[in-house]
T-cell receptor
């Protein structure tokens, strides 16, 4: 069974540009989570989807971040416009029925 | 305002000896505590958990101890092996009320030959 996959693995963009990160959860997992780890800090929760609905988006930093999960399958996280402080590693995780969360390898975002 | 704290950024342990990773928390409402292991360029991988109603959980070489009165938990790895070298994250959640995971900053464990 394939694990959680994320694309791209790395992204380097300039301040003010737009970046879209993608997450493909484990097949059949209704729950999808986004987390972020900024350099030197802890991994922080961003939001939680149940199928295509946002269950909890309390961790989203501001309105420059937009997450979608059309059709309840893969999810995208768009940052527009990107700022320097958005640099970090963005992790996606999925779970079945609120059980163990399986994490993807992450997307390392660098904003110059 | 960190709710889960790992005060040791790194730890070095001789192969075959016991590794003890410590973690403190502030929120007495946490229902579950978890330990994740992370290798470079990979996502965190679940290792072991403990419910707030227990004080010990063991799985092979890994044992987690919970001291609720002190709001402290620890992960014991014995014996330590080279493949245990990784970053270990202590984490917690509110169980059925809210399953988002709250992580500590992590402790990098080096197993020395």
């Amino acid at each position: 069974e394939a694990g959680v996959t994320q694309f791209p693995s790395h992204s380097v963009i300039e301040k003010g540009q737009t970046v879209t990160l993608r997450c493909d959860p484990i097949s059949g997992h209704d729950n999808l989570y986004w987390y972020r780890r900024v350099m030197g800090k802890e991994i922080k929760f961003l939001l939680h989807f149940v199928k295509e609905s946002k269950q909890d988006e309390s961790g989203m930093p501001n309105n420059r971040f937009l997450a979608e999960r059309t059709g309840g399958t893969y999810s995208t996280l768009k940052v527009q416009p990107a700022e320097l402080e958005d640099s970090g590693v963005y992790f996606c995780a999925s779970s079945h029925s609120r059980s163990e969360q399986f994490f993807g390898p992450g997307t390392r975002l660098t904003v110059l | 305002d960190q709710q889960v704290k790992q005060n040791s950024p790194s730890l070095s342990v001789q192969e075959g000896r016991i590794s003890i990773l410590n973690c403190d928390y502030t929120n007495s409402m946490f229902d579950y505590f978890l330990w994740y292991k992370k290798y470079p360029a990979e996502g965190p991988t679940f290792l072991i958990s403990i419910s707030s109603i227990k004080d010990k959980n063991e799985d092979g070489r890994f044992t987690v101890f919970l001291n609720k009165s002190a709001k402290h938990l620890s992960l014991h790895i014995v014996p330590s092996q080279p493949g245990d070298s990784a970053v270990y994250f202590c984490a917690a959640n509110l169980g059925n009320r809210d399953d988002k995971i709250i992580f500590g900053k992590g402790t990098r464990l080096h197993i020395l030959p």
